[in-house]
């Protein structure tokens, strides 16, 4: 099991990532609210996919995690392991090792990012 503090640097990684991401593909991602909850650790952070950037990510109640309009459920391994490289965010979603809970157009439009 990963610690809060991996998945932290995790998640800055993952917002460096978008920050990376030539512009003309970040103007495609759409704007929505993200959350996710690392199972595990019991643990939840929010933030904004917002001009193909994630910003604002903070630890959050997992509880409060049911406002965002993109909703993660994972284990902190898994996200690290997608963060890393080592597992596709596709192939961890059909494998049921993420749960995604989002309107099905914005999943589409996300899957090409991740």
């Excluded at 609210?33 to 939840?44: K, P, Q």
């Excluded at 690290?80 to 965010?89: C, Q």
């Amino acid at each position: 099991m990963a610690t809060r503090e991996s998945v932290e640097a995790g998640l800055a990684a993952m917002a460096d990532w978008f920050a990376d991401v030539d512009p003309a593909t970040r103007a495609k991602i759409p704007d929505r609210s993200v959350s996710a909850w690392f199972l595990d650790l019991d643990a939840a952070w929010a933030g904004r996919l917002e001009s193909g950037a994630l910003v604002d990510v903070h630890p959050i109640d997992p509880a409060d995690r049911k406002a965002a309009a993109l909703k993660l459920e994972l284990d902190s391994d898994t996200f690290l392991d997608i963060v890393e490289g080592r597992v596709g965010f596709a192939h961890a979603w059909s494998r049921g090792k993420v749960k995604v809970d989002a309107r099905l157009r914005d999943i589409w439009e996300l899957r090409k990012f991740l």
